[in-house]
């Protein structure tokens, strides 16, 4: 795992990125974690757009293949 160096910029607080870790946009996409934060340089949709490009026409067509629910016992 790499590191990083954080700094003041003025009122802002900015991080030196990594050679490794350059990116090729003006601006990215910041989620907050538990763990800390996860930087996105794409928008998140587009990429849950692009993986629903690459599915066959036929997907899911026949319907879906499910297992029969599980009869339980109510919850009190």
């Known amino acids: 795992m790499q590191t990083a160096k954080v700094f003041k910029?003025?009122?802002?607080?900015?991080?030196?990125?990594?050679?490794?870790?350059?990116?090729?946009?003006?601006?990215?996409?910041?989620?907050?974690?538990?763990?800390?934060?996860?930087?996105?340089?794409?928008?998140?949709?587009?990429?849950?757009?692009e993986g629903i490009r690459e599915l066959s026409d036929g997907f899911l067509a026949g319907g879906r293949t499910q297992p029969a629910l599980d009869k339980r016992k109510p919850l009190r």
Do not use: H
């Open 9 to 49: 910029n003025g009122r802002s607080q900015a991080i030196r990125l990594p050679k490794d870790f350059r990116v090729e946009a003006d601006e990215v996409y910041l989620k907050k974690t538990p763990e800390g934060f996860l930087v996105i340089t794409r928008d998140p949709w587009e990429i849950f757009f």
